[in-house]
């Protein structure tokens, strides 16, 4: 079956520039979360949704991030006026339950580069 | 809060002889610990992963974890190392008493050396 899968695989913005980064979660899947991976960490969490109920989005770094999933599959991420300290792989995964015990299927990514 | 220490940025192991990639956790609540895989250019793969019961559990492509709870480890294990085991290892953790998403370790890049 298909796996989580994200679009655009890259993106060059120049700075300043808005950015949409579109995950589709493996199909039923309830969660869905980002994360920001930097060059050479580990991932770090940005927001979970559950269905289309955004549940957390503690992780997200300022104002100018935000995350949609308006009918509980698809999500997009949006990243307002780009700066260069948001270059990263931008990872979605989803899970099919909310149990905490649950494996998460993770994306290949979008690696974001603002120049 | 929870917090994932990988102390080895590289591990180097010859082709055949056992690997171990050591992982520490710090939780409040109970542990959920997670070993994923990264591929260059390529999302995390899941290996395996610690709920209750056993404490070595057994995962994907022969790899096994020991949980230890008086250490506070995870460490992943393979008897056998392949080459095509190079690859980023990353540990993560879920607490019982903090939210859904994932705390990830640093990562530790393995290369086995035929």
């Known amino acids: 079956g298909a796996g989580v899968s994200q679009s655009p695989r890259y993106k060059v913005a120049k700075r300043g520039q808005d950015v949409a980064l579109r995950c589709d979660p493996i199909?039923?899947?309830?969660?869905l979360f980002w994360y920001q991976q930097a060059l050479g960490q580990g991932p770090e969490f940005l927001t979970y949704?559950?269905?289309?109920?955004?549940?957390?989005k503690s992780g997200l770094p300022s104002d100018r991030f935000f995350a949609e999933r308006p009918e509980g599959s698809v999500s997009t991420l949006k990243i307002q006026r780009t700066q260069q300290e948001d270059s990263a792989v931008y990872l979605c995964?989803?899970?099919?339950?909310?149990?905490?015990?649950?494996?998460?299927?993770f994306g290949p990514g979008t690696r974001l580069l603002v120049l | 809060a929870q917090s994932v220490a990988q102390p080895e940025d590289q591990v180097n192991v010859a082709e055949g002889n056992p690997l171990t990639v050591k992982c520490t956790y710090s939780?409040?609540?109970?542990?959920?610990l997670f070993w994923y895989v990264q591929y260059p250019n390529r999302g995390l793969q899941f290996l395996l992963k610690?709920?209750?019961?056993?404490?070595l559990v057994k995962g994907s492509y022969g790899f096994e974890a020991e949980f230890n709870k008086s250490q506070t480890s995870f460490h992943l294990k393979k008897p056998s190392a392949l080459v095509s085991d190079s690859a980023l290892y990353f540990c993560?953790?879920?607490?019982?008493?903090?939210?859904?998403?994932?705390?990830f370790g640093p990562g530790t890049r393995l290369s086995v050396l035929p």
């Open positions: 995964a989803s899970s099919s339950l909310t149990t905490v015990w649950e494996t998460q299927y």
């Open positions: 199909s039923g899947h309830v969660s």
């Open positions: 949704f559950q269905n289309e109920a955004q549940l957390d």
């Open positions: 939780v409040s609540g109970n542990p959920y």
């Open positions: 610690y709920i209750t019961g056993d404490n």
């Open positions: 993560a953790v879920r607490d019982t008493l903090a939210g859904q998403n994932f705390v």
